[in-house]
């Protein structure tokens, strides 16, 4: 990770791109231990983590967002269809 800050030139999104399985939940701790680290002098503070930083965390939020929508969505659609399938075989029954 030292070594992709230092790369990069503190660039977060350029960073994470090169960490092995990294995925938008690993991103803050991923921020947090380079903060440390910067803090602790074991790296130099650059512009780009602080601005990158908060710029990967606002697009994580927003991916997160999105799929809680899409997951919401994509359960009430199910219980719909099953509703309204569920009501059509109940007048069919009834009509015949």
Known sequence: MKAAY???????????????CCTLDDIERHCQTLQTMIDSRQLTHRKNFT?????????????????????????????????ASDFYSLNYSDAV
């Open 6 to 20: 230092v790369s990069y030139d503190g660039d977060v999104e350029r960073m994470i791109s090169e960490l092995k």
């Open 51 to 83: 601005r990158s930083a908060a710029q990967v965390r606002r697009r994580a939020a927003a991916s997160r967002q999105v799929l809680f929508v899409l997951l919401f969505t994509d359960s009430i659609t199910h219980r719909l269809t099953r509703a």
